[in-house]
């Protein structure tokens, strides 16, 4: 049997090693759960990108909503909202900035809903409409899988304070 004193220092002995151990698994798992391109933009840059995400995110919702109306005409209006004519606004920014790889994934989308847009309003299918959907949205994973945006250079570090402040 053990004292109370040697369950205690036993019990102390085995949190600290969880924690310890729990840090070291904390550290290497989230080293190895983000492995995405870290893409450097400005604040401006980045709000950009996003809005135009939430509605391309917002506008498949609607040919979404649109086909289980059997609204191929709203289908059509919604794509071509999405189309390169969204393009359009002010990403000239951008150029230089983000990598040419994600520029054309980008473009490739656009592109993807004007011939959305031309074949709701030609072939009046919607199934086809949802495959060209559900393929177009296989690039807005492979993007969301591959990159991240962040405001803040890694490689700057805040000013050193001076060894000699004076009040």
Request: include cysteine; charged fraction near 25%.
């Amino acid at each position: 049997m053990y004292t109370d004193t040697q369950k205690d220092h036993m019990n102390h002995l085995v949190t600290v090693l969880a924690f310890i151990l729990g840090l070291g698994v904390t550290s290497a798992f989230a080293e190895n759960i983000d492995k995405r391109q870290i893409l450097l933009v400005s604040s401006a840059q980045r709000a950009h990108v996003l809005e135009e995400m939430r509605s391309l995110l917002s506008g498949i919702q609607n040919i979404l909503a649109a086909l289980a109306r059997d609204d191929m005409a709203a289908v059509a209006q919604y794509a071509r909202a999405l189309g390169m004519g969204m393009r359009a606004k002010a990403e000239d920014h951008l150029h230089g900035v983000l990598p040419k790889e994600f520029m054309q994934l980008g473009m490739s989308v656009h592109r993807d809903f004007d011939r959305i847009a031309t074949d709701a309003e030609s072939l009046q299918d919607p199934k086809h409409t949802l495959r060209q959907l559900s393929e177009s949205m296989n690039k807005c994973v492979a993007c969301h899988a591959s990159y991240q945006l962040h405001t803040e250079s890694l490689s700057i570090r805040p000013k050193e304070r001076s060894r000699h402040h004076k009040h």
